[in-house]
């Protein structure tokens, strides 16, 4: 049984499609520049993936990829970038076109078995519909003690003044301990929380054990 909140097949995809209808219109904005404080906050989330060199790493929601530049800082070996928006993509294609952009749900795509060192979901968490299938794939995925950083550079606040203007749901970020219990029936423990106004950090790291979702 999973502890996230059941969705129907329909309304993941029905929620699916307005988001790419959406994030296919405002691509522009998560472009640079960005707020100030905020190139500053993403270093801090990139820095608690421990990535090392010659790593493969999976950046969720990657949008145009405003984590990349960070990433690549820390010379890993190859980066998939996973998005539901086609000019998302394009725009990440354009600007980074040596990182491997796949247009799919994370639930959905087939990266081999412990196959990657480090995993981002930077202000994407509230926004993946059927997170069970999501962290069952990532828990497939990871390798055993390596990292995932959920995160968001303007805090999880900032959430609930956007979910007035979206035209699609958003779900909060969860806090630590309901956090725990969310992630452990798929194979993570929390490592690192970090909840401050200006600043949302969850480093969950694959245990050894299988999983028992
Ligand atoms: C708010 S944007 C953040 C983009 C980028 N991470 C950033 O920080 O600029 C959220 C992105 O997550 C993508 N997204 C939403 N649900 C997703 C899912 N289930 N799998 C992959 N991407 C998803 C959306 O298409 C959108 O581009």
């Not at 996230?4 to 988001?19: A, G, W």
């Not at 010659?54 to 990657?62: E, M, N, Q, Y």
């Not at 990532?138 to 609930?160: D, N, Q, T």
């Not at 958003?170 to 600043?199: S, V």
């Amino acid at each position: 049984m999973t502890p996230f909140k059941t969705v129907s097949e329909e309304e993941v995809q029905r929620i699916n499609r307005l988001q790419q209808n959406s994030f296919d219109k405002i691509y522009k904005l998560f472009e640079p520049p960005l707020p100030e404080d905020v190139p500053k906050r993403l270093e801090k989330i990139v820095a608690h993936g421990r990535i090392t060199r010659g790593d493969t790493v999976l950046d969720v929601g990657s949008g145009t990829g405003i984590l990349i530049p960070i990433i690549k800082k820390y010379r890993p070996g190859c980066i998939h970038a996973c998005d539901l928006s086609e000019e998302m993509l394009k725009q990440l294609r354009t600007n980074y076109p040596d990182v491997k952009a796949i247009m799919a749900d994370v639930r959905d795509i087939s990266l081999p078995e412990g196959s990657i060192d480090a995993a981002f979901i930077n202000a994407c968490y509230p926004n993946i519909v059927d997170k069970a299938g999501a962290f069952s794939n990532l828990s497939r995925m990871m390798k055993a003690k390596r990292r995932i950083v959920i995160s968001h550079p303007m805090g999880k606040s900032f959430i609930r003044s956007l979910k007035e203007v979206v035209s699609f749901p958003l779900d909060d970020f969860p806090e630590k301990t309901e956090a725990g219990a969310l992630l452990k029936p798929f194979g993570f423990e929390i490592d690192t929380f970090i909840d401050e106004p200006e600043i949302y950090i969850l480093v969950a790291t694959r245990t050894l054990f299988e999983k028992n979702h």
